[in-house]
């Protein structure tokens, strides 16, 4: 089983406090949520827990390992994968050769002998997106593109995946199809950690939640908990819900 837990985490920049004490474990086997409005610091917790930004306080440990001193490749290597919101896949590149860097560079680390080639069909298939094989990434819409870095993602093999705004750009039923790899994949055991904005995704995908607000976990429980957490519907869910109204 794996276990990732943030605990009394806090970032400052200068004056401003970007994340405030937020404590979460993300377990093997499940989808959690972290939700909350814009600059909340979602992103800003996922930099801290994959190493790219160092945190003001608090630790960060994976299976009861300190990561704090962990490169961010130390961590990849450890099981950390991650997407990001503003898009990072190669445009030069196809769609194919994207997710075979990513199984090709696990040859460095990883003890077990594999076909980088035939897993990186594998994946495609699996996320959907065989049939965009061989087109450039940059050709792509934002929507298929994040596909693209879900399954570069997956080529690593993590055990824990982040997952930033992955549903941006998707349309109804692409959304459902990731929908439904998120449940697979947690099945399989593999601990994922969303942050998203489309809350019909959150709650149907989700087995628990935290909010986030001005750097604060603000509420954590089941989707049925949060919906009716009179403080987070008036934080976030009430605002989004006018929003899509």
Partial sequence: MTSLTVHDVSVRFGGLTAVDAASFTVESGSVTGLIGPNGAGKTTLFNVITG?????????????RDLRKAKPYKRARLGIARTFQRLEAFGSLTVRENVLVAAEMRRRWSTTKYDAAEETETILGRVGIQHLADARAEDLPTGNARLVEVARALAVKPSVLLLDEPSSGLDESETDVLGVLMHALAQEGLAILLVEHDMPLVMTTCNYINVLDFGKIIARGTPTEIQNDEHVQRAYLGSVAKAES
């Fill in 52 to 64: 790219l930004q160092a945190p003001s306080g608090g630790t960060v440990t994976l299976d009861d």
